[in-house]
């Protein structure tokens, strides 16, 4: 097993058991002309809330074209080897929560097991073989000994309450509640089998990609969002950035970085044939391609802007920022300190507004203002989480991270307060869910989309004696007043 680091420098092998047939927890200890095992997916253990950006997992759910679920180390120790499918296990996924694991194989089953690999329930059990009229013969399910006939399962995703999964089903996409006897959703998707999906944690959106060459963007009942014109080469793989305002979307030799609505940022052309598997890093800014030549593609999130009167800011690369003031053509190359022309650590998040530039790195968060771009404040984050989202008003801004939650910041760096109400999930924020005022601050609530929660910001404490705001539809994106006027959120 090859090993990189989040930065893509390789960092050396570590030898895994499951390839091993002289070691007794091997697949097939003993066996020397045991049939060979190759991985199909691979999914490290989810961090819980409350862990900070240094955290690392330390556990990963590996599938087996034998049909086994491997539970490793790490280090490569196998932990535990369980009898999941006939034929191959062709997707593993944690739910975000750890409790839980999914795995779907060829034989058109898909398993919940718990998270120490005890099977909980054959969500999916493969029935009658589709009708040929319903899927030309050339993409008809086969028939093999010892498996029930029907479609494989290629990739299989949870949604963002742990409450059902997604998968797909030949041309078909369906969402089927864990909960027994609860209907399942379903409907036809692409013109040719399914081979990806992924479901976002923070937008509820679902992107998927197949043989028909195309890729589209779904919101949670099925509605189609976005359908790209068709590519030269089948989808083989797509996966969500963590906050959800972009996805990736790989192809033979291409790598594609689409808006949340489907829109192209950027297309590379690696020479690395099919790209199977696309995983991001936690902070959104890099993103690591299996390709099928063998080769691991890296690609860093560059050329990201933002705009507030007469500034433009451009994140050149991952550590470098430029400021550029269009009406008299100024530029500022800002750095950790007025001597350095870039940012001892990865940029992960910038906001541009009320004349103050807010950078966020994993360390450090720095305060920039417009009438001095030499000398920013900086607050120290060495014991905070991965920065989510930012927030600017008038006279404060607020940022979120995946361990502290939510601080609200002067600009002059003084904390004025931490908001939290009972059940709040950081990671499940977006820039769409929050807003703050001079005043204010409103939530949207994640378990309940028709709930605001509104705070007052001098003390953080709770508007309305706790209760929230009650809407009489779910709310998709909220924004108080700027200006000095009675409290109003939209």
């Known amino acids: 097993m090859h090993r990189w680091n989040g930065d893509g420098d390789y960092i050396g092998q570590a030898s ?72 191959a296990v062709l997707a593993v996924k944690w739910n975000y929560e750890g409790t839980a694991l999914v795995t779907a194989g060829e034989d058109g089953n898909l398993k919940i097991w718990s998270r120490t690999g005890m099977l909980r329930s054959g969500l999916v059990s493969s029935g009658k073989s589709p009708s040929i009229n319903d899927l030309e013969a050339s993409k008809a399910p086969t028939k093999r000994a010892g498996m029930t006939p029907g479609y494989p399962i290629y990739s299989v995703a949870w949604s963002p309450d742990n409450d059902s999964i997604l998968y797909t089903n030949g041309r078909n996409l369906v969402v089927k509640p864990i909960q027994p006897a609860s209907k399942p959703l379903s409907w036809k998707a692409h013109d040719e089998v399914i081979l990806k999906v992924d479901w976002n944690m923070a937008t509820n959106l679902i992107i998927s990609g197949g043989e028909d060459c195309r890729y589209k963007v779904w919101d949670s009942y099925g509605r189609q969002i976005y359908s790209s014109a068709p590519h030269d080469h089948p989808v083989t793989s797509l996966a969500w950035n963590p906050t959800g305002e972009m996805f990736a979307v790989g192809l033979f030799n291409t790598l594609r970085v689409c808006d949340k609505l489907g829109w192209s940022y950027a297309v590379e052309k690696p020479e690395c044939g099919s790209i199977f598997n696309i995983a991001w890093t936690p902070d959104g800014t890099q993103v690591a391609c299996a390709g099928g030549n063998g080769a691991v593609v890296f690609g860093h999130v560059i050329d990201r802007r933002l705009e507030w009167k007469n500034y433009e800011v451009t994140l050149m690369d991952d550590r470098k920022i430029r400021v550029h003031e269009v009406v008299h053509g100024a530029v500022e190359n800002l750095g950790s300190d007025e001597n350095s022309a870039e940012f001892r650590d990865r940029v992960v998040k910038a906001s541009l507004s009320f004349g103050h530039l807010i950078v966020a790195t994993y360390a450090q968060c720095y305060i920039y203002s417009e009438k001095n771009w030499n000398t920013p404040v900086i607050i120290d984050m060495s014991n905070n989480g991965r920065v989510i989202c930012i927030k600017q008003s008038p006279d404060y801004f607020l940022f979120v991270d995946n361990s502290t939650g939510i601080q609200v910041f002067t600009y002059e760096g003084r904390l004025v307060c931490s908001p939290k109400y009972p059940g709040l999930r950081p990671d499940f924020i977006t820039s769409q869910s929050i807003s703050l005022a001079n005043d204010t601050l409103a939530i949207k609530d994640k378990t309940d989309e028709k709930s605001i929660y509104l705070f007052e910001l001098s003390t953080g404490r709770l508007m309305n004696g706790g209760a929230p705001l009650k809407l009489q539809t779910e709310a998709i994106e909220i924004g108080l007043n700027q200006r000095n006027v009675p409290d109003t959120c939209a």
């Open 16 to 87: 895994c058991t499951i390839f091993d047939l002289s070691n007794p927890k091997s697949s097939n200890p003993g066996a020397l002309n045991a049939t060979p095992v190759y991985i199909t997916d691979i999914h490290w253990f989810p961090m819980p809330p409350g862990r900070g950006q240094n955290a690392a997992s330390e556990t990963y759910a590996a599938a087996g074209t034998d049909g086994k679920l491997y539970l490793c180390s790490k280090a490569g120790r196998v932990e535990k080897i369980v009898d999941g499918h006939k034929g």
